[in-house]
């Protein structure tokens, strides 16, 4: 909830772990890593409104499908997002591992 107030301005009560995913360091570079990702529900409109990105993390924000989303997120996430969201509807937590 920290670093969506950090870098959106937003105040989440509430956040729903989905998933955890460990990522095995192929290239070295970043070392292997534990991603988690949460579920906060629907923004409301005074939410969106309220949204001002950090000027030193994000250049930009925008709302996409999730057709549209899968490529700007990577191989990494544009994998794992589709089960979290699939876990999500079947009310349970996933793990992954590479």
Do not use: W
């Not at 549209?68 to 937590?93: V, Y």
Request: charged letters at 30%; hydrophobic letters at 40%; glycine letters at 8%.
């Amino acid at each position: 909830m920290r670093e969506v107030r950090e870098e959106l301005g937003l105040l989440i009560d509430k956040l729903d772990l989905v998933c955890v995913a460990y990522h095995r360091d192929d290239d070295g570079i970043k070392g292997d890593r534990v991603v988690f990702v949460f579920d906060s529900g629907v923004l409301s409109e005074s939410q969106i409104d309220s949204i001002s990105l950090g000027e030193d993390e994000l250049s930009e924000c925008r709302f996409v499908t999730l057709d549209e989303a899968l490529p700007l997120l990577g191989a990494m996430f544009g994998q794992r997002i589709p089960a979290a969201l699939q876990a999500r509807k079947q009310n349970r937590i996933l793990y992954l591992e590479d």
